[in-house]
């Protein structure tokens, strides 16, 4: 084979490797247990994963400063409104870099009808994987397991598909 071939071959792998890496990262059904955290809400309220059991939950990891969190958040809000009355709950992860007095403006300007969260000190977005990019969503359903993880703004109309399976779902 010549260097050429050689070289195309090594960049075809990498390619297809990498594609195979973000589907697995960025859109992935893993099952496994949503990590045991306390969210401390913008309005004083606690909850933790247990708290959160027997709902379905979108945890959505979010900055001010991010353009497509704020573009998506119309979306997240509309989905919260439609499946919050058969047990849909929504929790916005703040990241620890973005300025309290953003986050709380933000919630407040924007009427957001879900419970935001600061994360202070990273220990969310650590045991969520270590979250780095915004956005990052993860639907967990009503066992408390971690169905879907997104990076990047989901698929809206897949997304509520998959919300109306696992809210039909037992707990």
């Not at 969503?137 to 109309?157: A, C, S």
Request: aromatic share 8%; with cysteine.
């Amino acid at each position: 084979m010549s260097l050429s071939r050689r070289h195309l071959a090594t960049a075809a792998m990498l390619a297809a490797a990498a594609a195979a890496g973000w589907l697995a990262f960025g859109r992935s059904a893993t099952h496994e247990p949503a990590p045991q955290v306390n969210y401390t809400l913008l309005d004083g309220q606690k909850l933790s994963t247990d708290t959160l059991k027997g709902q379905v939950v979108l945890v959505n990891f979010w900055a001010t400063s991010c353009t497509t969190c704020v573009a998506e958040m119309p979306e997240i809000m509309a989905t919260h409104e439609k499946y919050k009355s058969r047990g849909y709950q929504t929790v916005a992860v703040a990241m620890a870099y973005d300025p309290p007095a953003y986050v709380s403006n933000f919630a407040q300007t924007r009427k957001l009808p879900f419970g935001v969260a600061i994360d202070n000190t990273g220990d969310i977005a650590k045991g969520f994987g270590d979250i780095k990019l915004t956005p990052t969503t993860f639907l967990i359903n009503k066992r408390g397991e971690i169905v879907k993880r997104y990076v990047g703004t989901p698929d809206f109309e897949a997304l509520h598909t998959l919300v109306e399976k696992l809210l039909a779902e037992k707990a």
